[in-house]
């Protein structure tokens, strides 16, 4: 490791995750600090440790900064995009119609947090992907009647078990891209991979969902309703299961497409569920007035499809690089492509990149743009649309805080290549465990997801480590990538970025600490099962 020479000892490994656990105190001890201090706080402290005692280069690290910056430009933008979008449901009183809706399929809490929670959510993350699922699925459960907080813990433990398929398939085939680049994978081994991912998710599905109702009603009423519990789930991850044994991209977006129709039809049936004594004040709907309400839904849906399946072609012209101008500008060299992906160079003259998505990224397209197009449709007066896009507004400036600090500190601790923080951390913890890291590879692919919010970025960074651990002790490197593929997805549940978008979404402010204390429980529970599914694939099939 060059930049870390000098250490010696378990001093580097201290200093690593010390900053990570100062983090974590903050949030979640009785008097939490709020994430938009605790977070930039932490990445000062980084930035001064990387500075100061793993000698990293003073303008290296203020380009990182600056690729933070531009890097916070993706999440916030989908948090815009996401509550812009719940305000103009509102607004329009589609979100009242749909609740009402919703009711008369079946006014059982649990039919409508399975429909919309589970089989919802699992189909948007299949498409999107971007911790998207969350902010669309928890605001329509809060206007069904649930607590706000309870609906975050509940969406972010649901948000799981399709994540290594979603946004189709990104996790696995672009997440793996770089060591099927370097030839170090095959199409064949990503194929076997996602093979395993599948099922090792398939396996969780059975118990992680039930552990996110807790979170949310009592065991009384999921033992009256496990019936309809384990038909929603088993119809959402039958197909999936099934369908990532020949194809890494569409898993999550048709099992989820699929699971929320037959939880519809089967809510509607009643069939699993416990009977409940109908209130008599129920709104009679027309399917005109049921199909107007959900029409920005479907309208939000269709865009995200088309937009990305390859097969199509608009997924192309939109991450479309062939430059259209360039700009010096001193600081960096400012590119804007064809596609507008706005890209920042050679950041104050070091090798640091980064770029931004305008039209590939879910916020204008589809949110912005679905807004603009239902506010004109339901004919919203002007004045009615400026304060949906105001409160909007005023709701994302907390949360920029909050994640330029995530993401400027993931880019402090990944300076410094195979001698940055975060790969100190990875290879030590896979030194400490030795020949037992099948039981631990799950956790480090958490790990990653904490720290960038993504699934596919988790793979990225510690997707080269995991396969050479795999090799230094033996194990199957595909088993071991599945464990990381599964370790980023289960990682969702406790990632910064994803709880302070739900967190903003549903205006719950200063209780991301209060969150991750809950959320760590199911997905330490995940990684065990993943662990055992390793065990099985390994020694026994």
């Known amino acids: 490791m060059e930049t870390t020479a000098t250490t010696t000892g378990y001093l580097p490994l201290v200093l690593s995750i010390a900053p990570i656990i100062l983090l974590i105190w903050l949030m979640v001890k009785k008097n939490a600090v709020p994430s938009y201090i605790a977070l930039p706080g932490t990445a000062l402290i980084i930035y001064l440790l990387q500075l100061f005692y793993f000698k990293?280069?003073?303008?290296?690290?203020?380009?990182?900064?600056?690729?933070?910056?531009?890097?916070?430009?993706?999440?916030?933008?989908?948090?815009?995009?996401?509550?812009?979008?719940?305000?103009?449901?509102?607004?329009?009183?589609?979100?009242?119609?749909?609740?009402?809706?919703?009711?008369?399929?079946?006014?059982?809490?649990?039919?409508?947090?399975?429909?919309?929670?589970?089989?919802?959510?699992?189909?948007?993350?299949?498409?999107?992907?971007?911790?998207?699922?969350?902010?669309?699925?928890?605001p329509i459960l809060v206007g069904?009647?649930?607590?706000?907080?309870?609906?975050?813990?509940?969406?972010?433990?649901?948000?799981?078990?399709?994540?290594?398929?979603?946004?189709?398939?990104?996790?696995?085939w672009f997440g793996f891209g770089e060591l099927k680049n370097t030839e170090i994978l095959s199409d064949a081994d990503i194929l076997q991979i996602g093979k395993q991912t599948g099922i090792i998710h398939f396996i969780a599905g059975l118990v992680i969902p039930v552990i996110a109702l807790r979170f949310i009603t009592s065991w009384a009423e999921i033992r009256k309703n496990l019936g309809y519990i384990y038909l929603s789930i088993l119809a959402c991850t039958v197909p999936y299961a099934l369908l990532a044994q020949v194809n890494y991209e569409f898993?999550?977006?048709v099992g989820g497409g699929i699971g929320l129709l037959l939880s519809v039809v089967l809510a509607n049936k009643g069939i699993g569920l416990a009977?409940?004594?109908d209130s008599g004040e129920r709104a009679t709907l027309t399917t005109g007035q049921v199909l107007k309400a959900l029409m920005p839904l479907g309208m939000l849906m269709v865009i995200l499809i088309v937009t990305r399946v390859q097969e199509l072609g608009l997924k192309e012209l939109l991450n479309d690089a062939t430059p259209l101008f360039t700009l010096h500008l001193g600081v960096c060299d400012f590119e804007v492509s064809r596609a507008l992906i706005l890209s920042f160079k050679n950041i104050f003259g070091e090798a640091v990149n980064e770029s931004y998505k305008t039209?590939?990224?879910?916020?204008?397209?589809?949110?912005?743009?679905?807004?603009?197009?239902?506010?004109?449709?339901?004919?919203?007066?002007?004045?009615n649309s400026f304060v949906v896009w105001h409160t909007t507004l005023a709701q994302t400036i907390k949360p920029l805080l909050a994640l330029f600090g995530?993401?400027?500190?993931?880019?402090?601790?990944?300076?410094?290549?195979?001698?940055?923080?975060?790969?100190?951390?990875?290879?030590?913890f896979a030194q400490i465990a030795g020949d037992n890291w099948v039981y631990f590879a799950s956790y480090l692919g958490a790990i990653g997801a904490f720290f960038s919010g993504s699934n596919t970025v988790s793979n990225l960074t510690f997707g080269s480590i995991q396969h050479s651990i795999a090799q230094n002790v033996g194990l199957p490197g595909n088993s071991v990538l599945a464990l990381q593929s599964v370790g980023g997805a289960m990682g969702n549940m406790v990632c910064i970025n994803n709880i302070i978008a739900v967190c903003t979404v549903l205006d719950v402010q200063n209780q991301e600490g209060a969150i991750i204390k809950k959320t760590v429980i199911p997905m330490t529970i995940y990684g065990a099962i993943a662990a055992l599914m390793a065990v099985l694939f390994i020694y026994v099939f």
């Open 359 to 383: 039209l590939y990224v879910p916020a204008f397209i589809p949110f912005v743009i679905t807004v603009w197009l239902s506010l004109a449709i339901y004919r919203v007066s002007f004045r």
């Open 251 to 253: 898993p999550a977006l």
């Open 144 to 172: 069904l009647g649930f607590k706000p907080i309870q609906v975050a813990v509940f969406a972010l433990v649901m948000n799981s078990v399709p994540v290594s398929f979603g946004a189709v398939g990104t996790p696995t």
């Open 406 to 428: 995530a993401l400027v500190m993931v880019k402090f601790m990944m300076v410094g290549a195979d001698g940055s923080m975060v790969k100190i951390i990875g290879n030590s």
């Open 56 to 138: 990293n280069d003073f303008m290296l690290l203020n380009a990182n900064a600056a690729a933070g910056i531009v890097t916070t430009l993706t999440p916030i933008t989908v948090i815009f995009g996401a509550i812009f979008f719940n305000r103009m449901m509102e607004a329009t009183g589609c979100l009242a119609v749909i609740r009402q809706w919703l009711g008369n399929i079946n006014p059982n809490p649990i039919a409508q947090l399975m429909i919309i929670g589970w089989a919802f959510a699992f189909m948007i993350e299949g498409a999107s992907g971007f911790g998207t699922p969350a902010a669309i699925a928890a």
């Open 275 to 277: 009977k409940m004594t």
